[in-house]
């Protein structure tokens, strides 16, 4: 993974090379020299609010085509899944985190792994547990993460990687599938792409993307995931190309991992929702 950071930072740092220092969205990766990558479409937004995201969540819905197959074992022509990590209104923390986190590998055909100690559902605070507030030690947590979906969000923890695979529901990961899209809803987002606070050249580099690869590991597409400075923000970003090719995705969620020192220098960003096509069987 540490690799994986020097690559983005490398990257963003070519933008800044060029000028492009206000960088949003994100950019389509030119495997061997094909100029006829295919750009994604792309939905984002940012705000104080989820009433400021929740148009283009709904767009990027209709994007990826109804209905929520939930549940239903694929492989399924059409549709989309999505998990919200609430339990239908549970509160409980996932204890311990857990990698890889197989809760809806079978169910919704999604794994996801982290190089850390492992991932976690919590609120951002209280209930049996104390939420994320009580596992990373840091009472703050409370105030500047905030949930789309009520109860709980999803974080890595000892990292802020996130990667994902796609597979066929109802094969319990044994069968391997790409996605049209895929999209998330993040929260306390607070530094623009581009944007230089004093002297830190670091601040030039966004905190928080999501790069997708294809089954055969080339990388389709970064997204760079936009901000909305101030406690408990929600942002969201995703793309849909014209056909299934998303076999994997990874998300560099804020500057450095969670932790119960955090300060000015780093920008803590947590999950909520993801949303994805329906898994299709491999080409």
Known sequence: ???AHRWAVGCVGFLV????VGVVGGYAADNDGDKDTELPAVFQAAGTTAEAIQSTVDAFRAALGDPNNANAPGPLAKGRREINWDGGGNNDTTTPPVT???VFLDSRGAQFTTPATGLTQAPPAGGPQGGLAALFNNPTYGDIFSTFSPLRLFAPVGSNFVDGQFFIPGTNGEERATVRGFGAVFTDVDRPAGSLTG?????????TLITYFDADGKELFTGVVPASPGDGSLSFFGVVFDKARIARIRIISGSTA??????AKHDIVVMDDFLYG???PLD
């Not at 969670?258 to 300060?263: A, E, S, T, V």
């Open 258 to 263: 969670p932790g119960p020192d955090d300060d």
């Open 199 to 207: 002297d830190h050249l670091r601040d030039l580099i966004p905190s």
């Open 1 to 3: 993974m540490r690799q």
């Open 100 to 102: 890889p986190f197989d």
């Open 278 to 280: 329906e898994p299709q």
């Open 17 to 20: 090379g060029l000028g492009i």
